[in-house]
């Protein structure tokens, strides 16, 4: 994110007057976990890939549970991506 010396205020001038930030597609691409200390986000969105097959697939599950241990932590709801059927939304 560029500019945070502009971004941060204006997302807390924002929050203040009832807006809230997502953190889409967390664990994929260039999201750095630097966001969730600097940045006010109410959500973190994780990406769909690792919620496809989660069922049957550990490796996704740990990491499923350690971004939701993240989001937790710094008091965000949290939103999956891609869940399909009723075994993913368990």
Do not use: C, W
Request: aromatic share 12%; glycine share 6%.
């Amino acid at each position: 994110m560029r500019l945070p010396e502009i971004v941060i205020p204006f997302m807390r001038d924002l929050s203040q007057r009832g807006v809230g930030f997502a953190l889409d597609d967390f664990g994929s691409g260039a999201t750095s976990f630097r966001y969730l200390k600097d940045f006010q986000f109410d959500f973190l969105k994780i990406d769909g890939q690792f919620i496809k097959d989660v069922e049957h697939n550990a490796d996704h599950q740990v990491l499923v549970h350690a971004l939701l241990s993240i989001a937790r932590h710094f008091g965000m709801y949290t939103i999956a991506e891609a869940v399909e059927t009723s075994a993913t939304s368990a």
